[in-house]
């Protein structure tokens, strides 16, 4: 019935294999970019922007180390990990206690320079940039530790120990499942964390990075390209809310009060977080249909497709100018500004613009220390509104029901604008409401950011403070005189040495964060230049950036100029008077100036006039589930046809006007069975083995710290490791599918051919129960849980046992018969 072989070590082709058949096929397999249907507009999961590494800058790809990781065991355990692991011959201290006795603040300075919106276009944006999921498992693998209960280290929970021996739960970040083939061992199989969400600032909290979700948050029937809106509640004046999330009840209706709201939906999930955050999308969710409604008046022979694309580039435009012109250098400083990002020289192919990890897990997090404790409410007259007046901030977090009871997005909004910000200083660093009160969906328990964001670092095993200063050019600190200096307090400076006992130890989100601010800037001199890095790759590395040739004409780009959010207040809300560049804080009404003398984009220099074809040929025909754009080819204009997500193109893409009509004749979208492939990605064969192998490699007797070891141990342990990447690439898709349907018929027929197998018996197992299974885009998911008669462990790791020849039980796919195609879950 099946035959066995004992591989200890899996080749490097092995591998290649099973995480090809595993669904992370990143290993493996290259991604093509067809050069018509890539170049006139990003695609929403960013592959293509570069055409010769796709996956640069795309959603689920790895965020790109600047600097290796620094694990415990060298290969994926956070720093911390061990209790008794000394770093520099110390232990690493507590966050909890970090956070407790240098970070926590009762109060905070203004910064009367900017306004709160400064803040909040910082988390705003960084929704844009970087979205680093954590393992959706909340559970151990193989123990069923619970994470929201346990104080034990074991993957995927991290706890966060604090003062009263009890803990605050974390989950371990979601780690990648790449293999680079020709790296190193160390390289190779280093844990790396994900970006689930583009790199691109290209407004994929508008639109989403997926077809599925983009799908869900157009407007495809309404024939305007237009996102959807709310369908149960508008504001006082009758504009649109953002369409609530698809299943309901959600978790914001029990928060904080039920009062029948539902979660928003928008490109990014954690858009519910706070009630600014809410604001901004919504603003954008305006802005977007405003922009399609006047361009469908300009250019009426525009299908809704083009209309939609041509929107989404002008809304990811903005996101740009305004990240870029008015938000970055105040960040920053002008010196940083030009010394690291400098004038734009054009589109770079040659750099990455992927979100780095430094960037998401420590540096761009600055922003966290000028959290306000309060949501201020103001009314016309930017004074407190006198029937929803401020809040303390914990009040605010996923409370949608505020905006829509509560007197929808302007309160907010001229808090954002008509409050000054408040200013973060070594000794006044995040704010009670966020390290006491932090609330976290799916945990009852209050949480604490700071600690939060020191406990990520480790996971992701960031270098040290001091090793972040070397890599930016910086001088390494080594006496406490010297840390004295750069945070310019004293008294914060010994707080740190007496903590942390050896200065490289540092974290390095701590590090950056307390160092004084360089001159006009709200950073000091590591998260400038690692800001400064980062913003310049996103910039330069983009095809699709708004300054890139080919984009956008000079004229649209000179209108693309006057540009501002201003502006887009103006336009999408009853405020009618704001300050010029509302990133600044200014005196209502003195420093505000009327709505009227804001400049704006004028679409005319996006009129395009109907080509001749269009007059001889008509338009193109419509298509149901699908829709068209024009392209122009060799002076003929085509149109290329694409389909909606879940259908499939049946005929040519494109056609184009020949002898007064359309040639050839338009396709068709027809719905996508999932039973176009045959065979689940993660063949059974491929599965046991990796069940039996995982078993034997996290079991703890069997597993030692590696790399120092040689031999036998050394390749065994280069085994352990290479399986414990695919469990990593497991958790991945995991994730990647959580949103799948789940399918016990699928499930079912895929069990029954397994218990079959007298392997199960053989491995004393007395049941199974299924973990997870999904269906999804022609993929079947089954992770199962073996439970076995008795602890005897089946896998014992010797080392003579390179003689033994049972150790791996492997099922040739062609001796397993599963059927999957008699499902349909579409
Ligand atoms: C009320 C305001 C805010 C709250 C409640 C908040 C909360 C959070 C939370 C809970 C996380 C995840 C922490 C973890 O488990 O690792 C996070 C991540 C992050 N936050 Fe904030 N944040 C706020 C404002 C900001 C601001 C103003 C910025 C930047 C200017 C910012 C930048 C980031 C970044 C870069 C991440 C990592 C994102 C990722 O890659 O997943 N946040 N924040």
């Known amino acids: 019935m099946y035959s066995i072989v004992a591989p200890e070590l899996l080749s490097l082709e092995d591998v290649q294999l099973l995480a090809e058949l595993s669904g992370c096929p990143n290993a493996t397999k290259q991604d093509t970019c067809e050069q018509s249907r890539h170049s006139r507009y990003r695609t929403i999961s960013g592959v293509c922007n570069n055409r010769l590494n796709p996956r640069w800058g795309a959603a689920n790809t790895a965020l790109v180390r600047w600097l290796p990781a620094e694990y415990e065991d060298g290969e994926g355990e956070p720093k911390g990990w061990n209790p008794d692991r000394l770093h520099h011959g110390f232990q690493l201290p507590p966050p909890r206690k970090v956070s407790r006795e240098i970070i926590r603040s009762s109060c905070k300075w203004k910064d009367d320079d900017y306004s709160q919106l400064l803040v909040d276009w910082g988390q705003y944006i960084d929704h844009d940039i970087t979205f680093t999921p954590q393992s959706i498992s909340k559970s151990a693998f193989w123990t069923d530790t619970d994470c929201y209960q346990t104080c034990d280290n074991v993957h995927p929970c991290f706890p966060i120990k604090t003062d009263d021996s009890l803990c605050m739960p974390f989950h371990r970040s979601t780690a990648d499942c790449y293999v680079s083939p020709g790296s190193d061992v160390q390289h190779a199989l280093q844990r790396q964390q994900l970006n689930a969400i583009t790199s691109y600032i290209d407004a994929s909290l508008v639109y989403g990075h997926t077809p599925k979700l983009e799908s869900f948050l157009r407007d495809l029937s309404g024939l305007s390209g237009k996102l959807a809106v709310n369908d149960q509640f508008k504001d006082a004046k009758g504009r649109p809310y953002l369409p609530f999330v698809a299943k309901t009840p959600s978790a914001c209706r029990t928060f904080q009060q039920d009062d029948g709201i539902?979660?928003?939906?928008?490109?990014?999930?954690?858009?519910?977080?706070?009630?600014?955050?809410?604001?901004?999308?919504?603003?954008?969710?305006?802005?977007?249909?405003?922009?399609?409604?006047?361009?469908?008046?300009?250019?009426?022979?525009?299908?809704?497709?083009?209309?939609?694309?041509?929107?989404?580039?002008?809304?990811?435009?903005?996101?740009?100018?305004?990240?870029?012109?008015d938000y970055v250098p105040k960040i920053i400083g002008p010196e940083s500004f030009e010394r690291f990002v400098g004038p734009y020289t054009g589109y770079d192919p040659a750099v990455d613009p992927s979100a780095s990890n430094v960037f998401a897990t420590a540096a761009f997090r600055f922003g966290h220390a000028t959290i306000s404790p309060v949501l201020h409410r103001l009314n016309q007259s930017f004074q407190e509104h006198e029937q929803f007046p401020h809040l303390r901030l914990y009040k605010t977090f996923f409370s949608p029901w505020r905006i829509v009871k509560e007197g929808g997005i302007e309160p907010i909004i001229r808090g954002l604008i008509g409050i000054a910000a408040p200013a973060a200083s070594a000794n006044k660093l995040l704010v009670e409401e966020v390290t006491e009160m932090l609330a976290v969906l799916d945990t009852l328990q209050h949480m604490d950011l700071a600690s939060l964001n020191l406990q990520r670092g480790r996971d992701h095993g960031l270098p040290g403070y001091n090793e972040w200063r070397e890599f930016c050019g910086l001088a390494r600190i080594d006496?406490?005189?010297?840390?004295?200096?750069?945070?310019?307090?004293?008294?914060?400076?010994?707080?740190?040495?007496?903590?942390?006992?050896?200065?490289?130890?540092?974290?390095?989100?701590?590090?950056?964060?307390?160092?004084?601010?360089?001159?006009?800037?709200?950073?000091?001199?590591?998260?400038?230049?690692?800001?400064?890095?980062?913003?310049?790759?996103?910039?330069?590395?983009?095809?699709?950036?708004?300054?890139?040739?080919?984009?956008?004409?000079?004229?649209?780009?000179?209108?693309?100029?006057?540009?501002?959010?201003?502006?887009?207040?103006?336009?999408?809300?009853?405020?009618?008077?704001?300050?010029?560049?509302?990133?600044?804080?200014?005196?209502?009404?003195?420093?505000?100036?009327?709505?009227?003398?804001?400049?704006?984009?004028?679409?005319?220099?996006?009129?395009?006039?109907?080509?001749?074809?269009?007059?001889?040929?008509?338009?193109?025909?419509?298509?149901?589930?699908?829709?068209?754009?024009?392209?122009?080819?060799?002076?003929?204009?085509?149109?290329?046809?694409?389909?909606?997500?879940?259908?499939?193109?049946?005929?040519?893409?494109?056609?184009?006007?020949?002898?007064?009509?359309?040639?050839?004749?338009?396709?068709?979208?027809?719905?996508?069975?999932?039973?176009?492939?045959?065979?689940p990605p993660l063949s059974t064969a491929a599965w046991v083995l990796l069940l039996s192998l995982m078993h034997a490699c996290t079991h703890p007797t069997t597993y030692t710290s590696p790399f120092q070891n040689s031999g036998c141990r050394r390749s065994r342990l280069q085994c352990l490791l290479k399986m414990r990447r695919l469990l990593l690439c497991w958790l991945l898709c995991e994730n990647k599918f959580n949103n799948a349907k789940r399918d016990p018929l699928f499930t079912t027929l895929l069990l029954t051919s397994i218990v079959n197998v007298s392997y199960f018996r053989k491995q004393r197992l007395k049941s199974f129960t299924v973990e997870y299974s999904s269906a999804h885009a022609g993929q079947f998911w089954v992770i199962l849980r073996l439970h076995r008669r008795s602890q005897k462990l089946a896998f014992n790791w010797k080392c003579e046992r390179s003689s033994k020849k049972s150790d791996f039980f492997f099922f040739k796919k062609s001796e397993l018969s599963i059927t999957p195609c008699s499902v349909n879950v579409a």
Request: glycine share 6%; with cysteine.
């Open 262 to 325: 539902d979660c928003f939906s928008a490109g990014d999930g954690r858009v519910n977080e706070g009630l600014p955050l809410i604001s901004l999308h919504t603003l954008w969710l305006r802005e977007h249909n405003r922009i399609a409604e006047a361009l469908k008046l300009i250019n009426d022979h525009w299908s809704p497709e083009m209309i939609y694309q041509e929107t989404r580039q002008i809304i990811g435009a903005l996101h740009q100018i305004i990240t870029m012109r």
């Open 479 to 679: 006496t406490l005189e010297n840390l004295k200096v750069v945070l310019q307090d004293g008294r914060v400076a010994e707080k740190i040495l007496n903590m942390y006992k050896h200065l490289d130890n540092i974290d390095v989100w701590l590090g950056g964060l307390v160092e004084n601010y360089l001159p006009d800037a709200r950073t000091g001199p590591l998260f400038a230049c690692l800001i400064g890095k980062q913003m310049k790759a996103l910039r330069d590395g983009d095809r699709f950036w708004w300054e890139a040739d080919g984009v956008f004409k000079q004229e649209q780009k000179d209108e693309l100029l006057k540009g501002s959010l201003s502006r887009v207040i103006c336009d999408n809300t009853d405020i009618q008077e704001v300050p010029f560049d509302s990133f600044r804080f200014g005196k209502f009404p003195n420093e505000y100036v009327s709505c009227a003398s804001i400049p704006s984009i004028n679409l005319e220099a996006w009129r395009e006039e109907k080509s001749k074809d269009y007059d001889l040929c008509g338009s193109p025909t419509r298509i149901h589930n699908g829709d068209y754009i024009f392209t122009f080819n060799a002076q003929k204009v085509t149109a290329l046809y694409s389909c909606y997500h879940g259908f499939m193109l049946e005929g040519a893409a494109e056609i184009t006007c020949e002898k007064n009509e359309w040639h050839p004749e338009a396709p068709k979208c027809i719905g996508k069975r999932m039973c176009a492939h045959t065979a």
